[in-house]
């Protein structure tokens, strides 16, 4: 497996983390793509206007590397490796980037302001992703 990442994941996780947390997803079954999409979930910041940890770019790729094996058969042959401890056991939880209180507030924030959109909407008779359209 070969991995390459770039800029603002180092400023949240050293290479051992995102290697064990990239090969303990691969043996939970995860898509690539999608284990990408959860590092920077993981990543990125509750607020981007603090210009602290978690708000520069961030690129990552990951390339399995099959030597002559399936997609399937790589995937079984990853989560074998690391069931059974080979060459160092992984990790299966990132660490903890921030805390719960900002975590919380971040989701409460971002759960008030869907309310006000689908109230909005539904004050304009129209649904939250369906413009409404005046008559000329």
Excluded at 36 to 48: K, N
């Amino acid at each position: 497996m070969l991995i390459g990442v770039l800029l603002g994941i180092w400023d949240c996780l050293t290479s051992q983390q995102v290697v064990d947390f990239v090969r303990f997803q691969v043996s939970e079954g995860k898509e690539l793509t999608e284990i990408c999409e959860m590092i920077f979930e993981h990543c990125l910041a509750p607020e981007a206007d603090s210009r602290e940890v978690g708000c520069d770019n961030m690129t990552l790729l990951v390339v399995g590397i099959t030597h002559g094996r399936t997609k399937e058969g790589w995937y079984e042959w990853i989560k074998e490796r690391v069931k059974n401890g080979y060459g160092y056991k992984t990790s299966g939880t990132p660490p903890q980037l921030y805390s719960q209180s900002r975590l919380q507030s971040f989701r409460a924030r971002k759960e008030a302001q869907e309310a006000r959109e689908k109230m909005k909407a539904a004050i304009n008779n129209e649904t939250p992703t369906t413009p409404k359209v005046e008559d000329a």
